[in-house]
T-cell receptor, first 112, second 109 residues
Framework: EAGVAQSPRYKIIEKRQSVAFWCNPI?????LYWYQQILGQGPKLLIQ????????DSQLPKDRFSAERLKGVDSTLKIQPAKLEDSAVYLC??????????FGEGSRLTVL | DAKTTQPPSMDCAEGRAANLPCNHS???????VYWYRQIHSQGPQYIIH???NNETNEMASLIITEDRKSSTLILPHATLRDTAVYYC??????????FGAGTTVTVRA
């Protein structure tokens, strides 16, 4: 079974530039999550989708972050404009609903 | 979600059992105890979860105290590949998974 796919694996940008991350969940998984993991900390949930609807985006900085999940499958997370403190690994996860979350390998963002 | 308390780090010897403690004294009746681990440069990986009873799978065993205020994850025969950060999380099913700082486990040869 193919796992959660994320791209790009690494991205370096300058502050005030924009960046987008893509996630393809496990086939059939209705729930999709984006997490932010700053070095030395545990992952923090940014947004949770159920199919193509948002379940929880309470910790998403909406002035600069946006996410969408068109057609209830793939998802993109965008940051515009980026700040230095956005340097982190962005993890995508999916689940059938409840229970086990399956994580991708993450996209590492460095903002200079 | 109830909060959990884990030691920041622990060492264990290769081939020996590793016992990872977790306190969750404010857990509510419908919250499960989940364990995930994160090996360096990878995404978190599910290990095991339970509600009241002890659970075992091919990776680990989960022992939950009768009052459910604490639990222990047991890796029966630790290998070098078990070196990782281990997260204990309490969560209602279908609810968000909130990670703390976890326990950094180092398995030494």
């Amino acid at each position: 079974e193919a796992g959660v796919a994320q791209s790009p694996r690494y991205k370096i940008i300058e502050k005030r530039q924009s960046v987008a991350f893509w996630c393809n969940p496990i086939s059939g998984h209705a729930t999709l999550y984006w997490y932010q993991q700053i070095l030395g900390q545990g992952p923090k949930l940014l947004i949770q989708f159920q199919n193509n609807g948002v379940v929880d985006d309470s910790q998403l900085p909406k002035d600069r972050f946006s996410a969408e999940r068109l057609k209830g499958v793939d998802s993109t997370l965008k940051i515009q404009p980026a700040k230095l403190e956005d340097s982190a690994v962005y993890l995508c996860a999916s689940s059938l609903g409840g229970g086990e979350l399956f994580f991708g390998e993450g996209s590492r963002l460095t903002v200079l | 979600d109830a909060k959990t308390t884990q030691p920041p780090s622990m060492d264990c010897a290769e081939g020996r059992a590793a016992n990872l403690p977790c306190n969750h004294s404010t857990i509510s009746g419908n919250e499960y105890v989940y364990w995930y681990r994160q090996i360096h440069s990878q995404g978190p990986q599910y290990i095991i979860h339970g509600l009241k009873n002890n659970e075992t799978n091919e990776m680990a065993s989960l022992i939950i105290t009768e009052d459910r205020k604490s639990s222990t994850l047991i890796l029966p025969h630790a290998t070098l590949r078990d070196t990782a950060v281990y997260y204990c999380i309490v969560r209602q099913n279908d609810y968000k998974l909130s990670f703390g700082a976890g326990t950094t486990v180092t398995v030494r040869a």
